[in-house]
Each structure stands twice: as structure tokens, then as C-alpha cells.
């Protein structure tokens, strides 16, 4: 997965393309619509946890860690923030996603939270791997570079962001196997949520354990999502 091209979706907000597997990093909908909805309003709020311990799968952009440690920011609630990546980006393919000024614009934040925002993007990307480094005083992040479908975590998690390429394209990141060891890596009362809502993920989901609901996708994208519970 080498190459990979910059697209604007229907938002305003920019994703990648990676030709070599024809999928984009985001809903061609909207990217940042898509984040805020499924991962931020949907597992994030919804978690009662006072402090909760996330977990994404795919750091990619780092758009969903850009807008958690906001959140954090915002409501002043602490967050442990741990993602994987096998494929990081370079700094030459982060640098262009204009994520600092389109959240900035649907948050309505000033110029100097912008300012914030697009030192926290750097900040997140040049963070080192393999160690807890804290970003803001609200939030610490642990990027782990690793093959997921090999991966045991250290904790575990309340809220996971399950956020691979489709399962047409990447099948072994969705199976059976991976969710029920996914699902024993993550607290009582943890949450899962994901953009796919297929019925054969949602079956799996629930064959491993996880109670199910189908919520409604993100305004313009996609019609459903879904979330499991622990
Ligand atoms: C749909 S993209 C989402 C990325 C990210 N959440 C974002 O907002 O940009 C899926 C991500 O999973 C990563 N990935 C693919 N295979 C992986 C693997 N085996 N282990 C860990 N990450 C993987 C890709 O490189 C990509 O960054």
C-alpha cells in the first residue's frame, strides 16, 4: 500500500485513496461527518466512563485521534488513546489533509483554537511509537506499530473505534477470530462501534459475544452503522 492520492469528499473535508486496493480511508461522503458521527457521538460520548481507555484500529489520518483529543480538550475528561497501524503515513501525505480548518469550521471554533487544533495534528503524527506520550493535559496517546491481526494488547479498552478497510478488501481484519479475541481485550460494558453495518459483521459480532444495535449512519453517508456492547 504505497501509493496513495488526496480526495475531497462531499463535506469539504479530505480523505486518501489507495489505488493498489481501490478504497478510501473515509466515506467519499463525508469524512469528518462520518468520525463525528460513528466514533465520536456514537462511542465516545455514549461511554460512561469518566475516563475511558480507546482503542482504534487504523490510525491512518489521524482524523478520529484529532477530534478525540478535542473532545478531550473540550470537556476536560481524560483519555487514553491507543492506535494501530501497520501502513503509517509520511509526513508529505499528512500534511495536505486539511482536517485542522474543516473541523475548526463545523466545531465553530476561533482562529486561535484552529491554531490548537493544527498543532495537536502535528503533534499526533510526529509523536514516537511504541510509548504513551501525552498531547494535551486531558489526553495521552500510544501509537503501537503492528499488524493487527497478530496483535495482544496490554489493557483493556471501553471504547474501540473499529475503523479497517472493508471487509471485501481486507477480510482477515474481520474475522470471528480477531473480534472474539478483540472482544476479550476489552472491558466489561465496552463499546464497539464501526461504518459497517453488513449483516454478516453484525452476525459475527454477535457470535462472539457483543450485544448488537443498528443505529442510524451519519447525515448523507451511510443509512446504517452499528455498535456492540460487552
Ligand atoms: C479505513 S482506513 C482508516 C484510517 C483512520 N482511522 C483514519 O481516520 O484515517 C484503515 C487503516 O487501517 C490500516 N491497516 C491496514 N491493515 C492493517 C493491519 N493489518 N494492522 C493495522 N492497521 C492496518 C491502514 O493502513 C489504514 O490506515
Known amino acids: 500500500m504505497s501509493q496513495r492520492t488526496l480526495h ?3 463535506d469539504g473535508s479530505c480523505t ?4 493498489e486496493i481501490d478504497e478510501h480511508y473515509h466515506s ?3 469524512a469528518l461527518t462520518e468520525s463525528l ?15 475511558p481507555r480507546v482503542l482504534e484500529i487504523g490510525l491512518g489520518t489521524g482524523l478520529n485521534c484529532l477530534l478525540t483529543l478535542w473532545e478531550s480538550r473540550r470537556t476536560q475528561r481524560p483519555v487514553h ?10 509526513v508529505e501525505q499528512v500534511l495536505p489533509l486539511n482536517y485542522p480548518h474543516r473541523v475548526a469550521e463545523a466545531l465553530g ?3 486561535d483554537e484552529e491554531a490548537l487544533l493544527a498543532a495537536d495534528f502535528a503533534a499526533l503524527h510526529s509523536a514516537p511509537w511504541g510509548e504513551d506520550v501525552q498531547l494535551s493535559e486531558h489526553f495521552t496517546l500510544h501509537k503501537v506499530e503492528a499488524d493487527y491481526t497478530q496483535h495482544t494488547f496490554a489493557t483493556p479498552f471501553d471504547v474501540v473505534y473499529f475503523d479497517a478497510f472493508s471487509p471485501e478488501k481486507q477480510p482477515e481484519m474481520w474475522s470471528a477470530e480477531r473480534f472474539s479475541h478483540l472482544y476479550g481485550q476489552m472491558a466489561k460494558g465496552g463499546i464497539l462501534t464501526t461504518y459497517c453495518a453488513k449483516g454478516v459483521v453484525r452476525r459475527t459480532l454477535q457470535s462472539v459475544g457483543f450485544a448488537v444495535e443498528r443505529l ?8 446504517e452503522i452499528l455498535r456492540g456492547t460487552k
Open 8 to 10: 475531497t469528499t462531499d
Open 16 to 19: 486518501l485513496y489507495v489505488p
Open 28 to 30: 467519499t461522503k463525508g
Open 37 to 51: 458521527h460513528i466514533f465520536i457521538a456514537m462511542a465516545l460520548r455514549h461511554h460512561p466512563s469518566p475516563s
Open 81 to 90: 488513546y491507543t492506535s494501530i497501524e501497520l501502513y503509517p503515513l509520511a
Open 109 to 111: 471554533l476561533t482562529a
Open 216 to 223: 442510524a449512519g451519519p447525515v448523507g453517508g451511510k443509512r
